[in-house]
């Protein structure tokens, strides 16, 4: 894979040494190895247990040495038309290992009055708005929106309670301006979806279970009709 540096040197090819006991040399290993478009290897140990960059210790007996290394794929994402909306995924992205199962969720831009009509690419499910991908080559999806006939909303005020129970219901209010708005609004704890409800006269109502012990930042999402 690639190459390695010894003590300044760069090989290209497995290598010997001989060196005395306990003496000190650097090695190193490139930690991202492009293979080709939308695939890459990822360093993840030295057979010793050590970073891609790091002194060893050269053994008092015959040993050998190997980088390993992770397949990953890239996963791309695009929103059709432009503008229309977002798609959320893993920070860590866009490579995963293989066999990574990625979530991923669309975001309508429904102040320009688009809501989610469905995915494209090698989703679970093409009709969620949350659904995931399984990484086992390089994968693009795309997210689709359609313009909303009904009335929008211009404005969300999301009501959630300052403290609650953990495994207690709490209730989650989010009030749309103007109040003749129709459609649903999706309720979120950071990315993770807690529930999708609709509107009535310009208010959607969420009871949840799903939040989580500990800090809970609480978003409302309007998706139109």
């Excluded at 040197?9 to 497995?14: A, D, H, L, Q």
């Excluded at 057979?47 to 060893?56: G, P, R, Y």
């Excluded at 929103?79 to 995963?96: K, L, R, T």
């Excluded at 999708?196 to 109502?205: C, F, H, L, Q």
Aim: hydrophobic letters at 40%; charged letters at 5%.
């Amino acid at each position: 894979i690639g190459c390695f540096t010894v003590d300044g040197t760069t090989y290209t090819s497995p290598q010997t040494f001989t060196w005395n006991p306990l003496s000190q040399h650097s090695v190193s290993v490139a930690p991202i190895v492009p293979v080709s478009a939308g695939v890459q290897l990822a360093f993840g140990s030295w057979s010793d247990n050590l970073a891609a960059t790091h002194t060893l210790l050269a053994p008092q007996n015959n040993t050998t040495y190997i980088a390993s290394y992770t397949t990953q794929y890239q996963l791309t994402t695009t929103v059709s038309p432009a503008g229309a909306g977002e798609v959320i995924m893993p920070g860590s992205g866009p490579f995963f290992n293989l066999g990574t199962v990625v979530s991923i969720q669309a975001i309508a831009n429904a102040s320009a009055g688009y809501q989610f009509s469905g995915w494209t690419g090698p989703v679970a499910s093409s009709s969620n708005i949350a659904t995931t991908v399984n990484m086992t080559a390089p994968a693009a999806v795309t997210a689709q929106f359609t313009r909303v006939t009904g009335t929008t909303a211009s404005q969300v005020a999301l009501a959630a309670p300052a403290a609650a129970i953990f495994g207690r219901p709490a209730v989650l209010t989010a009030t749309l301006s103007p109040p003749s708005a129709t459609g649903k609004v999706t309720f979120y704890s950071g990315v993770t979806v807690l529930g999708i409800a609709p509107v009535s006269s310009g208010v959607a109502t969420l009871t949840t279970r799903l939040l989580t012990a500990g800090v809970n930042i609480v978003k409302a999402r309007y998706n139109g009709d």
